[in-house]
């Protein structure tokens, strides 16, 4: 009996304890505490009226950051307030949530931008019994301590920050596996198209997709190669790995419809190409990487977008972890 009331007493107490006051008597948290003073950010913790979640970079973190020359006091509220909004997660996500062998999952955070109707998620998983945290870039932050209750929450402490999702070429260019893509984008022009998507679904061909395909592209003249781009992007659906579904059809911006399929393992097919990477988080949506390139008869070469975002550059940078 003694042994429950304490406990109870214990739960009590913490639950009564603010955000802020954590992040304000944590010794090892002062440097994210100090960025909310300097740039008066506090109400970023009223974005969500009921429960949220907290991923904050310990102070050795920020001390990474400093060594490669960046300290966030110094930039403009409009570049640092965003990478803060995107530490913080919609609803109480606790880690008995992120079990080993399930699907990574994402969860919203309270960072909204332009070209998106959503607001930008983060993705979280489990491995090797640790809690990760994927980020833009598809750079991964663990979680070194979590569980942290306040009022209103919960809150996570990271050993490194979070990076917010760049732009698809900066995003492309990290993961390793798309640089004839980026390549094929810059040769016909197309770079400005893609990155103007709004709530866009990205199909990437790996780089071996694009050399078994080279016999087919050399006979391609520019507005076949452009269309053919713009059959691997959707604009104005943001389907993310759960979101897809068996016998599903998307519409390009070229005007053609991609079948998906979803088989009973979770395996995922576009056309006749395999799905090898799945929701690789970028500014304006997701992008999924492919071991093909979806070839489709009579591509429309009319193109759908808008004129590029300009204000995605600068919102979009944001420091490496």
């Known amino acids: 009996m003694h042994t429950v009331l304490r406990f109870a007493l214990l739960a009590t107490a913490a639950a009564a304890v603010s955000v802020r006051d954590i992040l304000t008597e944590r010794p ?11 740039f008066a950010a506090w109400d970023i913790f009223e974005t969500f ?4 979640t907290v991923m904050v970079p310990n102070d050795t973190a920020y001390e990474k950051l400093l060594k490669m020359g960046l300290d966030l006091k110094d930039w403009p509220a409009n570049f640092t307030v965003p990478i803060l909004r995107y530490h913080l997660l919609e609803g109480r996500v606790g880690s008995a949530q992120v079990s080993d062998g399930n699907e990574p ?7 909204t931008v332009p070209n998106m ?3 930008l998620p983060v993705k979280l998983f489990r491995e090797a019994g640790e809690i990760q945290a994927e980020s833009g870039l598809q750079l991964t932050a663990r979680i070194i301590e979590p569980d942290i209750e306040f009022a ?9 920050s979070l990076v917010a999702p760049h732009n698809f070429s900066a995003t492309a260019w990290m993961n390793g596996l798309c640089g004839k893509f980026l390549q094929f984008m810059d040769e016909t022009d197309m770079a400005g198209e893609l990155e103007s998507l709004h709530d866009a679904t990205l199909f990437i061909p790996n780089d071996e997709a694009w050399q078994r395909a080279e016999s087919v592209l050399a006979k391609m003249d520019l507005n076949e190669k452009r269309a053919l781009l713009r059959s691997h992007a959707i604009e104005g659906q943001v389907a993310y790995r759960s979101q897809l579904s068996h016998r599903q059809t998307l519409k390009s ?29 970028w500014y304006n949506g997701v992008a999924h990487v492919t071991d093909k ?9 009319a193109s759908t977008m808008p004129v590029l975002d300009q204000v995605q550059q600068f919102l979009a940078a944001s420091p490496v972890a």
């Open 28 to 38: 090892d948290l002062t440097t994210f505490a100090s960025l909310l003073d300097h």
């Open 49 to 52: 009226p009921t429960d949220f």
């Open 105 to 111: 999952f994402l969860v919203q955070t309270a960072l």
């Open 117 to 119: 109707t959503q607001p």
């Open 152 to 160: 209103g929450g919960v809150l996570h402490v990271l050993e490194s």
């Open 253 to 281: 911006v070229g005007g053609q419809a991609l079948e998906i399929k979803v088989d009973e393992r979770g395996g995922i097919t576009v056309e006749d190409t395999t799905v090898i990477r799945t929701d690789v988080l």
């Open 293 to 301: 390139v979806i070839m489709l008869e009579k591509p429309n070469n």
